[in-house]
């Protein structure tokens, strides 16, 4: 399935281009972002050579991998989310909003979205999310989406040079019909 394109409400999720250099960097770059993710903080080259990663695994046959631009509705580059296939019927979600685009709740409907269509197109039964126990703001999107804590893993990331736990947290099919706002996602 490509190319991937989903609208929110408040954003769009596309492919990635080349020309999201600049964006993925203000990103990806960023160690006010970085601190939650399962990466350190990254240059222009690496930002460069994630793009040509992700756009190569675009087009693998079968997919694996929905790694999606989050865009504000001028087609801006605002962020990413992921969903990773793993497993039968599962994948692991992952998002990451630009530090000057918090607290409009972006994250929210871009992860709400990704959802949407991993259940709905891709046949999903079950999404996990991995997120660092001191990301009050994630752990609060997980839970607005309606997904439930699932446990605690230990050591679970490496990043700037330690290890860093984990909290799971994950949503299964049957029970995003009970969460609102789930429906009038389309594609």
Do not use: C
Not at 147 to 165: A, F, I, K, P
Request: cysteine-free; proline content about 2%.
């Amino acid at each position: 399935m490509h190319p991937v394109n989903l609208t929110g409400h408040a954003v769009r999720l596309r492919e990635f281009r080349a020309d999201d250099l600049a964006d993925t960097l203000a990103i990806v770059g960023d160690d006010r972002v970085t601190r939650w993710l399962s990466y350190d903080s990254r240059d222009e080259a690496a930002a460069a050579a994630m793009i040509d990663g992700v756009v190569t695994r675009a087009h693998q046959t079968p997919r694996t991998e929905y790694y999606l631009a989050i865009t504000d509705t001028d087609d801006r580059m605002i962020g990413f989310g992921r969903l990773g296939l793993s497993g039968v019927q599962a994948a692991k979600l992952g998002y990451a909003i630009r530090a000057d685009h918090w607290g409009h709740g972006y994250a929210t409907d871009a992860a709400r979205t990704l959802i949407t269509f991993g259940f709905d197109q891709l046949g999903l039964h079950r999404i996990t999310a991995a997120i660092g126990p001191e990301n009050a703001a994630s752990i609060a999107v997980a839970k607005r989406l309606g997904m439930q804590y699932e446990g605690h893993l230990r050591d679970h990331v490496y990043t700037s040079g330690t290890w860093r736990d984990s909290l799971l947290y994950s949503i299964l099919t049957a029970e995003r019909a009970s969460i609102p706002d789930f429906s009038g996602q389309h594609m």
